[in-house]
């Protein structure tokens, strides 16, 4: 009986760390992905206008390599596959210029991601800059004449991006490996005790694939063993009451079985919550609107959804520091929590950018919708003795032209005209 209550805590905590691996690997699915949609939106941007100016690109691409660390850098790459423009310059002199054809491994990726016209990821490679990383190749193509007008490239260290987006937790050791090759790791003093109960995870995004094993450190081991199985199953013993030693083990049983549902429960919520803002985080609010998508055509209802974004977060950081933008992030998300209704969703999308998803509201109602938001954050504002801006695309779904249009179809409508708002705002400035 003994080695079975035993047996049941290793389960346990052999769960709580598989729980755990599978968390990471949310982690960084959800940052990189966060990241790479920047470099789709510049792209895109590029598209609809036929190119972006240098000065506006540079600036585009300053407030992406400010709010979402683990940058090394974002680049223009003509086609013909020479690096062009580069932000920021100062470290990566030496891609200026450099024709990433050059090598066989690059030249097939940049190859790939223009003929198939998709998002692609490269191996870990070493950097022209010093130390390992990949690259993010986003092609362009022109609306007017879709002809290629080359990438969008961005640049990551792989330790810096990984030390940006994982929680720090010092009860587990990890390593990440490309294929045969560890990437990154954490680890210090390993117990070989510990190995026992290790768990593995993988991510894929892009093409690219990174193995993740994680196992506990004998610390940690040693805080999630109860010393109850242990108390009662001596006092059962010296009774020997078998009956209550039979009665024990079938509750320990249930409780130990809820404690892994709640410990689960729990992993799970914070893979869908937003750390900052306390909204859910990309992953969730794209299930949510998965799901209301799947609904509506069930139930042939309508809903609208609406891409926003903090006006002027780049000014904010420049003039105030990180910390006042984070303010200002989380007063934006305050004021769509406030005007959200019981079954609206707010999720944070990713940088400042927020998507809300608002069932039965059509585009009449998007206005007076509009309105409650930015009375909010003024209310928020005044609080924060500060003054927000943002800007908002919305798009409504069963009011298109394209009746079954797609969740990233609804979505690029959205941000398009987010995009539309914000350039308004730019030319009204000047």
């Known amino acids: 009986m003994r080695n079975s209550v035993i047996t049941s805590e290793t389960e346990l905590i052999r769960n709580q760390v598989q729980a755990h691996s599978n968390l990471i ?63 920021p310059l100062a470290g ?23 003929d198939g016209r998709m998002v692609t990821v490269s191996r870990t490679i070493e950097l022209v800059q010093g130390g390992k990383g990949f690259l993010v190749y986003v092609p362009i193509f022109l609306s007017s004449n879709a002809s290629f007008d080359g990438f969008i490239l961005g640049v990551y260290v792989v330790e810096d991006i990984l030390i940006e987006l994982l929680s720090e937790d010092t ?15 954490v680890e210090e003093g390993v117990e070989d005790n510990s190995l026992l109960l290790s768990a593995d995870s993988k991510v894929d995004f892009f093409g690219l694939s990174w193995d993740i094993r994680v196992h506990p450190t004998q610390d940690w081991v040693n805080q999630q ?14 009774g020997s009451a078998l009956l209550a030693i039979a ?3 079938t509750f320990q049983s249930k409780f130990l079985g809820q404690a892994l549902q709640n410990s689960l429960e729990k992993v799970e919520s914070l893979a869908r919550t937003d750390a900052l803002t306390g909204l859910l985080n990309r ?9 209301e998508l799947s609904r509506d055509k069930r139930q042939h209802s309508l809903f609208s959804i609406v891409m926003l974004d903090l006006d002027g977060l780049k000014m904010i950081n420049d003039r105030f520091g990180h910390n006042a933008g ?41 206005p007076k919708l509009e309105r409650r938001i930015e009375e909010q954050l003024k209310k928020i504002g005044l609080e924060n003795d500060q003054a927000y801006s943002i800007s908002m695309g919305w798009a409504t779904y069963k009011e298109s032209s394209n009746k ?16 539309l708002k914000k350039r308004k705002k730019i030319i009204s400035a000047r």
């Open 25 to 87: 690997a949310s982690e960084i699915d959800l940052g990189i992905k966060s990241r790479i949609h920047s470099l789709e939106r510049m792209a895109q941007r590029w598209m609809i206008r036929g190119c972006t100016p240098y000065q506006e690109w540079q600036k585009d691409a300053q407030s992406y390599w400010q709010d979402q660390p683990g940058f090394q850098a974002i680049e223009w790459v003509n086609s013909s596959f020479h690096v062009t423009w580069i932000e």
């Open 92 to 114: 990566n002199e030496a891609a200026q210029g450099l024709d990433l054809a050059f090598e066989e491994r690059r030249r097939t990726a940049l190859e790939n991601a223009r």
């Open 171 to 185: 009860g587990f050791h990890l390593a990440i490996y490309d294929e045969d090759t560890k990437i990154f790791f």
């Open 225 to 238: 063993r109860s010393l109850l199985p242990n108390t009662l199953l001596m006092a059962g013993i010296i």
């Open 247 to 249: 009665y024990f083990f």
């Open 283 to 291: 992953r969730g609010i794209l299930e949510n609107l998965e799901g």
């Open 326 to 366: 984070d303010i200002a992030i989380k007063a934006v998300a305050k004021a769509l929590n406030k005007t959200k209704r019981d079954y609206d969703w707010i999720g944070r999308y990713g940088g400042d950018e927020f998507l809300g998803i608002f069932p039965n509201v059509s585009k009449l109602e998007i």
């Open 404 to 419: 079954d249009e797609s969740m990233l179809e609804l979505i690029e409508r959205a941000d398009k005209q987010l995009y």
